[in-house]
T-cell receptor, first 116, second 112 residues
Framework: DGGITQSPKYLFRKEGQNVTLSCEQNLNHDAMYWYRQDPGQGLRLIYYSQIVNDFQKGDIAEGYSVSREKKESFPLTVTSAQKNPTAFYLC???????????????FGDGTRLSIL | QKEVEQDPGPLSVPEGAIVSLNCTYSNSAFQYFMWYRQYSRKGPELLMYTYSSGNKEDGRFTAQVDKSSKYISLFIRDSQPSDSATYLCAMSLYFGNEKLTFGTGTRLTIIP
């Protein structure tokens, strides 16, 4: 079945540690996104990528980094510079055939990150 | 003021009732509107999306957009316990824009 796989489901970070969240999709989607979800707030965009080897900052990119070496994969690293990393992280993907042709975004089941 | 306002609830209704979920927004340039359903500890699942004003129906679900009032609604008919979830509205400036602006979500419980 096609879909978006996020791993791990739960992750714990120690102070000063970088952690990497995995996102893989087999939908042949061009565009991939990372969001953060906090209680009482809407989803906020961290980074997005419309094509391999290219990505752009979203609204809250500070303290995060990404790479897009393969179409199927878009890992997110939460660095020690992110002072409030506890949240539910969601990866999404969509078809993209140009600036005005994206299809709706579809989401994975998230990774919950907590601080030890 | 947030760009998208959504009543967080919680909202509890008896099984079989009609549910109305709403969002208001401030940016009149939004043209593309979506509703997502999110079960606990899961990712959002796309329910419906519409372009500009008007209605769209899919089974028990109807999405309405009133751009003149900057108001969107999702109606659920014959509500079922399986509809219990958090419902998120989202919108973007133009079709295909990568930046979605989300509401905070409304938590809905259908009581058997």
């Amino acid at each position: 079945d096609g879909g978006i796989t996020q791993s791990p489901k739960y992750l714990f970070r120690k102070e000063g540690q970088n952690v990497t969240l995995s996102c893989e999709q087999n939908l042949n989607h061009d565009a991939m996104y990372w969001y953060r979800q906090d209680p009482g707030q809407g989803l906020r965009l961290i980074y997005y990528s419309q094509i391999v080897n290219d990505f752009q900052k979203g609204d809250i990119a500070e303290g995060y980094s990404v790479s897009r070496e393969k179409k199927e994969s878009f890992p997110l690293t939460v660095t020690s510079a992110q002072k409030n990393p506890t949240a539910f992280y969601l990866c999404a993907s969509s078809m993209s055939e140009g600036q005005y042709s994206n299809q709706p975004q579809h989401f994975g089941d998230g990774t919950r990150l907590s601080i030890l | 003021q947030k760009e998208v306002e959504q009543d967080p609830g919680p909202l509890s209704v008896p099984e079989g009732a009609i549910v109305s979920l709403n969002c208001t927004y401030s940016n009149s340039a939004f043209q593309y509107f979506m509703w997502y359903r999110q079960y606990s500890r899961k990712g959002p699942e796309l329910l419906m999306y519409t372009y500009s004003s008007g209605n769209k129906e899919d089974g028990r679900f109807t999405a309405q957009v009133d751009k003149s009032s900057k108001y969107i609604s999702l109606f659920i008919r014959d509500s079922q316990p399986s509809d219990s979830a958090t419902y998120l509205c989202a919108m973007s400036l133009y079709f295909g824009n990568e930046k979605l602006t989300f509401g905070t979500g409304t938590r809905l419980t259908i009581i058997p």
